[in-house]
């Protein structure tokens, strides 16, 4: 049967600023894909990974272009016909969204995964000097349980320490953004097991996993930036002990899962994250996450508004209403 795809972009203001080592955020453009076969529609939403040079505007393209010379097409079509990225991602989860409609069934059931339960997501702390970080730590630290903080390879340490005097309760990883090549890898980490941080994401350059060799760290190394689908595992497996996926990196919620299956075959623990995004985005997210040792669905929780359907964060938990 013959598919139809519309797209539109919409922009969300985000909750202040979103503030990383690459810079900040004070809005988001997202991506939301419609599929219909002419009794039923699905959709699914992205975030353009920008510092890939993915923009919402190429990939309403990248969609557009594909459905123009594919009017019929499933899941497994697109993993041919379309690179990894946020424009698949939109297409690929839109699909399953229709097949679940089609099926009259939750998307769990439809793509075997675990019955959802409620989980504790982490919540983000922007990167700031050790005060504005102390400080937004405190603010949190009686509604999340699980923090995570954003560095910059300059004062790691002395933030993570304002964030855990903020927040002496809260569980703590940190996403180093590919920012601690020039570090002693070992030191660093040693030094942040003993603030109790439990996971650290992508220390290094995508591309440079291999200053990893032999380092002795006392906190899991997670691979964020370097791991984009399940083709890269055998390849990131030596050097890290866990992956943060993200379906707008794998291309979809079809991708994501192979990942999750190539991961745990090597050894590695999950983690699921997100971009920011609405709770449209996060929904097939969250169906993985449930078997995730580590969730960060916060993306919702960051913008100014989330949309009316949208999860429930109570108590550092994420659940659907």
Same mark, same amino acid.
């Given at each position: 049967?013959?598919?139809?795809?519309?797209?539109?972009?919409?922009?969300?203001?985000?909750?202040?600023?979103?503030?990383i080592?690459?810079?900040?955020?004070?809005y988001?453009?997202?991506?939301?894909?419609?599929?219909?076969?002419?009794?039923?529609?699905?959709?699914g939403? $992205?975030?353009?990974?920008y510092?890939?040079?993915?923009?919402?505007?190429?990939?309403v393209?990248?969609?557009a272009?594909?459905?123009?010379q594919?009017?019929?097409? @499933?899941r497994?079509?697109?993993?041919?016909?379309?690179?990894?990225?946020?424009?698949?991602?939109?297409?690929?989860?839109?699909?399953?969204?229709l097949?679940?409609?089609?099926?009259?069934?939750?998307l +769990?059931?439809?793509?075997?995964l675990?019955?959802?339960q409620?989980l504790?997501?982490?919540?983000?702390? $922007?990167?700031?000097?050790?005060?504005?970080?102390?400080?937004?730590?405190?603010?949190a630290?009686?509604?999340?349980?699980?923090l995570?903080?954003?560095?910059?390879?300059?004062?790691?340490?002395?933030?993570?320490?304002?964030v855990?005097?903020?927040?002496?309760?809260?569980?703590l990883?940190?996403?180093?953004?590919?920012? +601690?090549n020039?570090?002693?890898?070992?030191?660093?980490?040693?030094r942040?097991? *003993?603030?109790?941080?439990?996971?650290?994401e992508?220390?290094?350059?995508?591309?440079?996993?291999e200053?990893?060799?032999?380092?002795?760290?006392?906190?899991?190394?997670? &691979?964020?930036?370097?791991?984009?689908?399940?083709? @890269?595992?055998?390849?990131?497996?030596?050097?890290?002990?866990?992956?943060?996926?993200?379906?707008?990196k794998?291309? *979809?919620?079809?991708?994501?899962?192979?990942?999750?299956?190539?991961?745990e075959?090597?050894?590695?623990?999950?983690?699921?994250?997100?971009?920011l995004?609405? $709770?449209?985005g996060?929904?097939p997210?969250?169906?993985?996450?449930?078997? &995730?040792? +580590?969730? /960060?669905?916060?993306?919702?929780?960051?913008? &100014?508004? /989330?949309? $009316? /359907?949208?999860?429930?964060?109570?108590?550092?938990?994420?659940?659907?209403?």
């Open positions: 049967m013959a598919l139809t795809v519309t797209t539109q972009i919409e922009r969300w203001p985000v909750d202040g600023s979103f503030i080592s690459r810079g900040a955020k004070t988001v453009d997202i991506v939301v894909c419609t599929v219909s076969d002419g009794f039923h529609e699905g959709q939403e $992205s975030t353009p990974i510092y890939e040079g993915e923009t919402a505007e190429s990939c393209g990248t969609i272009g594909f459905a123009n594919a009017t019929e097409f @499933d497994q079509m697109l993993l041919q016909a379309l690179p990894r990225g946020a424009a698949r991602n939109a297409l690929d989860c839109a699909l399953w969204d097949q679940a409609r089609k099926l009259d069934k939750p +769990w059931q439809v793509a075997k675990p019955k959802p409620p504790i997501s982490a919540y983000t702390i $922007s990167l700031g000097e050790p005060s504005k970080m102390e400080a937004d730590a405190r603010a630290g009686d509604r999340h349980s699980l995570k903080l954003k560095l910059s390879g300059d004062n790691d340490h002395e933030r993570v320490v304002a855990h005097r903020g927040a002496p309760n809260a569980r990883i940190v996403d180093a953004n590919e920012s +601690w020039d570090l002693d890898i070992a030191r660093e980490a040693a942040l097991a *003993g603030l109790g941080v439990e996971l650290i992508q220390p290094v350059s995508a591309g440079r996993d200053l990893l060799a032999g380092v002795q760290s006392p906190v899991p190394l997670c &691979a964020d930036e370097s791991c984009h689908t399940a083709a @890269d595992i055998k390849r990131i497996a030596p050097y890290y002990d866990a992956v943060n996926i993200k379906l707008d794998t291309g *979809g919620l079809t991708a994501a899962i192979a990942l999750a299956n190539a991961a075959a090597e050894g590695l623990k999950l983690m699921v994250g997100c971009m995004s609405t $709770s449209l996060i929904r997210a969250f169906a993985l996450a449930q078997r &995730a040792r +580590w969730v /960060d669905l916060d993306g919702p929780l960051l913008l &100014a508004k /989330d949309r $009316s /359907d949208g999860f429930v964060f109570s108590g550092g938990m994420i659940g659907p209403k």
